[in-house]
């Protein structure tokens, strides 16, 4: 990971949370959008839905300058989602939606670099909760 992005999005992810429960709103309005098939997967009320999303995220910001701790819980996080339902294919839908609720979020604050390091995070989440996911799936 460049080494600027934890610090760049630490930062503005502190700006997101000012936002309060409007980021996950936004959030599941785009995913939903994206791909309608994606509600299904969602059996709780996406209020408490929204409220563990942002704590999950709040949790993996403060983590990004950690990967010793941070990788494991995003292992056994993708072992869960995998036991959900969650493909594959769906960590590309959710990243767009997310990138799309932050330009909403943050307006132009959301700068290109801030993107690109919110997209390079987001591809260490992905990709670490999918081969959490693999490694759960029985052999």
């Known amino acids: 990971m460049n080494p600027s992005t934890p610090a760049l999005v630490q930062a503005s992810f502190a700006q997101v949370q000012t936002l ?5 709103t936004l959030f599941y309005a785009r995913l939903f959008e994206i791909d309608p098939d994606l509600r299904r997967l969602f059996k709780s009320d996406l209020g408490d839905q929204g409220q563990r999303l942002l704590a999950m995220l709040g949790q993996a910001v403060a983590l990004l300058d950690r ?34 609720t932050l330009a909403a979020g943050l307006g132009p604050a959301f700068t290109p670099a801030l993107r690109a390091a919110w997209t390079e995070v987001y591809g260490v989440v992905a990709q670490t909760m999918q081969a959490g996911a693999l490694e759960a799936l029985p052999a």
């Open 20 to 24: 309060g429960p409007q980021v996950a």
């Open 67 to 100: 990967p010793e701790r941070l990788l494991p819980v995003l292992r056994q996080l993708g072992a869960r989602h995998q036991g959900y339902g969650v493909q594959a294919s769906h960590y590309a839908t959710v990243g767009q939606a997310l990138l799309n």
